[in-house]
């Protein structure tokens, strides 16, 4: 295997080590709810500690990523990441649960900036958009891989084996980017922190806050959502899954999709995807009426329309910093993170007290809005380079 393509599938593998638990948790919903008596609200809290941990953390590792390179960082990030999980598994209260996962969250940071300055150093404007697109595609992939394993390991050896094997992989996958990434090469010319952030960037950073408000609401209650429309636990999950298959699909396609014109369209593509967000989550509460086989196919629009946005938003926040790449993809990241561990249990509230239709017409104001901001990141504002 060349060194080219040893990166992408380091940064593959690692990605979806990391994406078992965070992106992958509401596998575990009902072991959790039986095990730990978790309430909707209070999973969603646990959700959002996943997501809150990289918030605290993925400025620091952009920067250290630009400075140091990526090696010291993943191997950090793999010890750290891997310890957390084990202490989700091995503690009981929610508190304990809720503080191991912020744990490993924090040591996650170090992966999906790695893996996105590593890939944007090595390869150019026009080949960026569909390698992004397949590192992205490991979270869902990861939550697919979630959803067929996680309810097994449960059954078989509890929580605790549930959060050990995923702890296990973030490990071994972490040490071996590592070494794949190499040293890196030391830099301390870079521009001050603020010069890293133009007015390009921070409509971007918003509309991403945006768009992560749908996306964390539809990853935390998806399961939730199909059982209180009168499936069973394993129909519930097959929508999951589905929803993950579609997540991978997607990141892949828009990818391709926003590498059109050798990468001027992609600010373009990220408009299009608030459009599609906003009709998909209108039409899902209807198919989970209508039944587990459309309801799945109602799960892949989904996600083509609220789940496949992440990398065409890292790779044009990457983009436009140049040098400072790994801060701009690690600032992004923190809003995404930050934005998407706060507001699920706000909307856990909207689903317990009016329904879960409201709170899907609640999320389609917000795949508009974010349609609307991101056209504000013109298309002159960078060139790919």
């Not at 959700?47 to 993925?58: H, Q, R, W």
């Not at 009426?289 to 109602?298: C, L, N, S, T």
């Amino acid at each position: 295997m060349t060194r080219p393509r040893a990166i992408v599938a380091g940064a593959i593998g690692s990605q979806l080590a990391i994406s078992i638990v965070q992106f992958g948790l509401p596998a575990l919903t009902f072991a959790l709810r039986e095990e730990r008596g978790v309430s909707t609200v209070e999973f969603a809290v646990l959700f959002g500690a996943s997501g809150a941990g990289p918030a605290l953390a993925l400025l620091a590792v952009g920067r250290l990523c630009d400075r140091r390179g990526a090696r010291p960082v993943l191997v950090a990030g793999a010890l750290l990441g891997s310890s957390g999980l084990l202490g989700a598994g091995l503690v009981h209260s929610l508190a304990a649960t809720f503080v191991a996962l912020l744990v490993a969250g924090i040591g996650a940071a170090a992966v999906p900036v790695a893996g996105m300055t590593t890939i944007i150093t090595h390869f150019g404007p026009e080949r960026r958009g569909r390698l992004l697109g397949l590192r992205q595609m490991s979270v869902p992939a990861g939550g697919l891989v979630a959803a067929a394993g996680l309810p097994a390991l449960a059954s078989s050896g509890g929580l605790r084996l549930a959060f050990a094997v995923p702890a296990a992989l973030v490990l071994t996958t972490g040490l071996a980017f590592a070494v794949i990434a190499g040293p890196g090469q030391r830099r301390d010319d870079l521009p001050a922190l603020t010069a890293s952030f133009p007015p390009a960037l921070r409509w971007l950073m918003l509309t991403g806050a945006l768009y992560v408000t749908c996306l964390g609401a539809v990853l935390t209650f998806t399961v939730d959502a199909a059982h209180d429309a009168g499936m069973s636990q394993t129909a519930a999950t097959l929508v999951f899954a589905a929803l993950n298959v579609g997540a991978a699909g997607a990141r892949v396609v828009w990818g391709v999709v926003a590498d059109r014109a050798a990468g001027t369209r992609r600010v373009a593509t990220l408009s299009a995807l608030g459009g599609l967000g906003a009709l998909s989550v209108l039409v899902f509460p209807l198919t989970l009426a209508a039944g587990p086989g459309p309801a799945m196919a109602g799960a892949v629009l989904l996600a083509f329309g609220t789940l496949g946005f992440n990398g065409v938003l890292y790779l044009i926040a990457g983009e436009i910093a140049g040098r400072s790449a790994g801060v701009a993809v690690g600032a992004a990241s923190t809003v995404v993170f930050a934005v998407g561990s706060v507001t699920p249990p706000l909307f856990g509230v909207v689903a317990e007290r009016w329904g879960f239709a409201v709170m899907y017409v609640l999320l389609a104001t917000f795949c508009v809005a974010g349609a609307l901001t991101a056209r504000r990141v013109a298309h002159d504002a960078y060139t790919p380079a």
